[in-house]
Nanobody, 123 residues
């Protein structure tokens, strides 16, 4: 069992920055895929960024160049640095993890998920 707890959300004006953290605990190690999803009101859940066990990172086109995902294996913590925030980044952000790639994880309806942290960007 894996437990994920997000923190760091909040409200910011457009152009500002926020940093999210996800503390993982339980049966998780560096072999897990980890990443961030978001869901805005009235929209489908969207994968924002992920990091594979080998360190390869993937970003949604909408956040490339603005968001940076990283992790500290020693602390079992995942981060998402969000810069140049836009109103369209407003959403609930969720940390996720699994031993399989996220595209397979989502299709299979599995994975470990945090409770989410709200990010609100005002214009």
């Amino acid at each position: 069992q894996v437990h994920l707890v997000e923190s760091g959300g909040g409200s910011v004006q457009a152009g500002g920055s926020l940093s999210l953290s996800c503390q993982a605990s339980g049966d998780i190690d560096e072999t897990y895929y980890m990443g961030w999803f978001r869901r805005a009101p009235g929209k489908e859940r969207e994968e924002v960024a992920s990091i594979a066990p080998d360190g390869t990172t993937t970003y949604a086109d909408s956040v490339k160049g603005r968001f940076t995902i990283s992790k500290d294996n020693a602390k079992n913590t995942l981060y998402l640095q969000m810069n140049s925030l836009k109103p369209e980044d407003t959403a609930m952000y969720y940390c996720a993890s699994d031993v399989i790639p996220f595209d397979i994880m989502v299709r299979a309806g599995r994975g470990y998920w945090g409770q989410g942290t709200q990010v609100t960007v005002s214009s």
